[in-house]
């Protein structure tokens, strides 16, 4: 995979025939004592002297853009909307960096649906941000919750429920990411060139997970789970020299992984 085009809010690179974008929906300070050792453990306090404030850790909020000439685009997640704190709710400001259309999206796959991966269906003024949508890709076990949600009760009809190892097109199937939340899902591109696997909230805290994987998010809805689909992950992507694409992963969110001692290192692609 190649940059091609990097500005302050968007990056673009080539593999194969196809492009891909990754475009920030903006930040999220959060307390870092969501972090825990490990399933059913205690708070994990980072090395270092005792603060007297708690600390906080900045969860960047990634989109991914995929598109392959001739073919329509496929977003992966859209970001938080209006609904959420105002350093978040921006793809419209990255996609207009990128001179990209929303209209020109006809899909869009959700990882889950928590409220910053799908609230950006809708702009800050409440317009559908993408006027030719026809197709809103989500796992079944995330359907129910996606129902609960009465502001976005206009998209019930484009819902389309896939599984595990199913496939969005020729070249990007699902893959199932138990644990962090109902139906977590990724999708992993393989473009003849590289295989990317966009990995929604695989990763929440990049400092500490990728060399500790065992660390646990508080959120997640079954840590012991999402311990265990992220070890497996982790594993396969350092073997296969997948790339990796993370929702909260540093902006631009994309590189590859190495073991690293009892863990991995993150080597971003720019």
């Known amino acids: ?7 302050a809010n968007t990056m673009g690179c080539t593999s194969g025939s ?24 205690g708070k994990y306090r980072p090395p270092g002297p005792p603060r007297q404030e708690p600390s906080l850790v900045r969860l960047s909020v990634n989109c991914f853009l995929l ?23 921006h793809l419209e400001r990255a996609m207009t960096e990128a001179s990209i259309d929303p209209s020109s999206i006809a899909v869009v796959a959700l990882t889950h649906t928590h409220l910053d991966h799908l609230n950006g269906l809708l702009t800050r003024d409440g317009r559908e941000a993408f006027a030719n949508l026809s197709r809103i890709v989500i796992a079944h076990d995330a359907v129910a919750s996606f129902i609960d949600e009465p502001h976005l009760a206009r998209f019930r009809q484009l819902l389309v429920p896939i599984r595990g190892g199913g496939r969005l097109n020729d070249h990007v199937v699902a893959v199932a990411m138990p644990g962090h939340a109902p139906g977590h899902m990724g999708y992993v591109l393989n473009s003849g060139e590289d295989q990317i696997l966009f990995c929604g909230d695989l990763i ?57 001692g009892s863990g991995y290192a993150f080597q971003p692609i720019a």
Request: charge should be negative; hydrophobic fraction near 40%.
């Open 67 to 89: 598109e392959e000439s001739g073919n329509h685009r496929v977003l992966i997640d859209c970001g938080a909307g209006g609904r959420w704190e105002p350093s978040l709710g």
């Open 204 to 260: 929440h805290v990049p400092a500490a997970q990728f060399a500790r994987p065992e660390l646990t998010w508080a959120y997640d809805d079954n840590q012991s789970v999402a311990c265990a689909t992220r070890i497996t992950l982790l594993r396969e992507a350092s073997n296969t020299h997948a790339w990796l694409a993370g929702a909260h992963m540093a902006r631009p969110g994309i590189g590859r992984i190495v073991e690293e």
């Open 18 to 41: 196809w492009k891909i974008w990754s475009l920030c929906d903006g930040y999220v300070d959060m307390p870092a004592d969501l972090l825990r050792r490990g399933p059913g453990l």
């Open 1 to 7: 995979m190649i940059v091609a085009s990097q500005r």
